[in-house]
């Protein structure tokens, strides 16, 4: 019995592999190749064996997990020693006090961290705060909305240009009319949360009615549409190149070095971090935020209570792209350069895994699993090639083991006790 | 002049045509039932006056004001509010914010936390549940929560779709005595649909029968318990 459903999963998994040689053959395989305006299609059969295997283990494992996770399920919740400290250490955290000091500490390490470590580390930092941000915003639109957004990183990518484009046309005539340049990151900021927030709007019109695939799929073709017109647009983008030496912002009338403007917009990332979780928290407990859920729940029940979906998905597109659009002048004041490769698909399925590894809805969740997935391959150099690989296996197990993420969103969940209601 | 009047309306599902021309009238104050076997059309009825099937021939007239074209949320404004069919709470929601989310449209604060504890009265059950989540309460309770929180709304006109579905008999029974009480006290004007014929018009003013997307008779509630037709097929006698 054991072996046979292990040779039938076997089976499986090969024609798993099959179909996804088949699939992807055009796609890995095939590679068109234009020289002189002649159209030369290129067979790279190296890649297909590769491609099966890949599909073969993925199919393998995730079955074996599966598999794993059922029996797991079957047996009743035995509550184990690990099972008991993890909550008397939630029980523990859940303490007003405890929560208080321990979050206290957090900031304090925040703080210092960037005079404790060196400017590498510092600009790592940046880089997960950033992440940290969209993966927030995402949280408003996938988490609270439950509306699938694949093309997360073009608002991303309309902040960032915002600041690049304002840098490109703007910064000429305040460095001939003698105004301090660093000016522009401070007027950048607002604006591009603003325009990113327009951009959100304009995407929410066709998806309105769409829900599911069609809007993952909508969603994705923005993103990509976004990314080809700013690598097609070189007059105006500067096309694959992108835009160069934006400035850092200044601190007041000061142009700092790299290393104090490291430190800088370190604070300003920690800073905009803070608001946006506040911000978050705020939209969450609201009526809006209530609304939101409901809407992800039940869209009939939500209409047949009076709440207008229309408007509904419309605030949840354009408050998810606003803290995308200032993710993206902080990403473009920290690198000073941006160009279109940096908004890819990718990009924006990093961001949802993010989301997802960390716990879909949860604030700590999507903090932790967005500064997660973006330290890691940092600190683990020599695994960055494998770096999607690694992140899709996380994500099915995730999925798998732990469907509401490393750090679940903690409802208010009390359940009904039978002696409080003899009192 | 009726509460709620439905002239020849029909309404689509695509290329299927659901409402075949019916004419309903509800008189303020009443309890009007609309019963049918299954597929009739009922659920298709209410779903048209909230507004969430559009309907494409007809019109529908609530206090004498036109409101066929109108979106679903100016329609709940207007005062009208639905049970809808299998419930449809907020399963990840509790029951304090299903309730809520009932009182979506309302700003007056006082009124909404007054009604929270009117129909904890009504319900007593749902009030030692405040905490818990809608999807972790048995059928009858989700019932008394849906219809918590249609009343939530404050509405002057109560849809409810087959309220008495899946529940033990005492349970429907209590339903029903609290929708003849919500009528009564509350001079809510109530249209109710259900399968359940039998107790459905021993409670209602009037009735129709519905029947392939066409109303097929209509007459006061103990007519229809007596008519020989409807005691066949809808009351199994
Ligand atoms: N979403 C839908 N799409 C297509 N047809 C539907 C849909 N909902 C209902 N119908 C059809 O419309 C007719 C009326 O359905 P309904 O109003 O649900 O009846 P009832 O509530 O009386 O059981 C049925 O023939 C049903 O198949
Ligand atoms: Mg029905």
Redesign the interface.
């Known amino acids: 019995m054991k072996t046979r459903s292990l040779l039938t999963d076997i089976g499986r998994s090969l024609l798993n592999a099959l179909w996804f040689m088949i699939l992807l053959f055009p796609l890995m395989v095939m590679k068109v190749n234009v020289t002189m305006g002649v159209a030369k299609v290129d067979f790279r059969w190296g890649n297909l064996p590769l491609v099966g295997i890949a599909a073969f283990v993925l199919s393998f494992v995730w079955k074996i997990a599966l598999d794993w996770n059922e029996r797991r399920g079957g047996k009743a919740q035995s509550n184990s020693g690990f099972g008991a400290a993890k909550a008397r250490l939630s029980e523990y955290f859940a303490k007003p006090a405890i929560r208080k000091s321990s979050i206290l500490a957090l900031m304090a390490f925040a703080i210092a961290y960037p005079f404790l470590f060196g400017m590498y580390h510092t600009n790592v930092m940046i880089t997960a705060f950033i992440y940290v941000i969209l993966g927030l915003g995402l949280n408003i639109v996938v988490g609270l909305g439950g509306l699938l957004n694949l093309g997360y990183a073009a608002f991303f990518g309309v902040g960032a240009y915002t600041y690049g484009l304002m840098w490109k046309y703007v910064g000429p005539s305040f460095v001939s009319a003698g105004i301090n340049t660093g000016w522009l990151f401070w007027i950048s900021l607002p604006l591009a949360g603003i325009v990113a927030t327009l951009f959100g709007v304009l995407l929410s019109l066709p998806v309105l009615r769409l829900r599911g695939d069609y809007l993952a799929i909508i969603t994705l073709a923005f993103g990509e549409i976004f990314r080809m017109v700013m690598q097609n647009s070189s007059d105006i983008t500067g096309g694959a190149t992108g835009i160069s030496l934006i400035p850092r912002p200044w601190f007041f009338n000061q142009k700092l070095p790299p290393i104090k403007a490291a430190t800088y917009i370190y604070f300003i990332a920690f800073v905009l971090v803070i608001i946006t979780i506040f911000v978050v928290r705020r939209i969450e407990d609201s009526k809006v935020g209530r609304a939101l859920e409901a809407m992800r729940e039940d869209e009939i029940a939500c209409q047949a209570m009076g709440v207008n979906l229309v408007k509904n998905k419309l605030i949840t597109f354009a408050l998810g792209a606003f803290w995308a659009g200032m993710a993206g002048v902080l990403m473009a004041a920290q690198t000073t350069y941006i160009n279109p490769d940096s908004f890819t698909l990718w990009e924006s399925i990093i961001i949802l895994m993010a989301v997802v590894i960390g716990g879909t809805g949860s604030i700590p969740g999507v903090i932790g699993g967005a500064i997660l997935l973006k330290l890691l391959p940092e600190y683990f150099r020599a695994l960055a090639q494998y770096r999607m690989l690694i992140y899709g296996i996380a994500m099915i197990l995730v999925i798998i083991f732990k469907p509401d993420g490393l750090i679940p969103r903690r409802r208010k969940q009390y359940t009904f006790e039978r002696k409080e209601a003899a009192k | 002049m009726a509460l709620l009047e439905l002239k020849d309306i029909s309404t689509f599902y695509g290329n299927i045509q659901a409402l075949k021309g019916i004419s309903i009238s509800v008189d303020e104050g009443e309890i009007v039932t609309l019963i049918g076997a299954n597929g009739a059309g009922k659920t298709t009825t209410l779903m048209s006056i ?1 507004g ?1 099937t559009p309907i494409r021939g007809g019109a529908i007239f609530l206090n004498g004001k036109e409101i066929s074209k109108m ?3 100016k ?3 207007m005062g009208v ?2 049970v ?1 069919e299998g419930r ?7 029951v304090s ?1 299903n309730l ?3 009182a ?2 309302r700003s007056d604060k006082e009124g909404i936390k007054r009604d929270i504890e009117e129909v904890f009265s009504i319900f007593p059950r749902l009030a ?2 405040r ?3 809608g999807g ?1 309460l048995s059928g009858g309770e989700q019932q008394m929560l849906a219809v918590s ?2 009343l939530m ?1 404050n509405p002057h006109l109560l849809l409810l779709d087959e309220p008495s579905l899946g529940l033990a008999p005492l349970v429907v029974q209590n339903i029903f005595e609290v929708i003849q009480k919500i009528n009564k006290e509350r001079k809510t004007t109530v249209l109710l649909v259900e399968q359940n014929a039998n107790m459905a018009l021993k409670i209602a003013n009037k009735g129709y029968v519905l029947q392939n997307g066409l109303i097929k008779m209509s007459d006061t509630a103990e007519r229809l318990l007596e008519n020989e037709e409807v005691r066949k097929a809808y009351l199994g006698l």
């Open positions: 909230c969430i979106s679903p949320n329609i709940v404004q509010s639905q809808p449809r709470i907020f399963p990840q929601l509790t914010e809520d989310m009932g979506f449209l030692e549940r905490n818990q989540l972790t929180r249609a709304a």
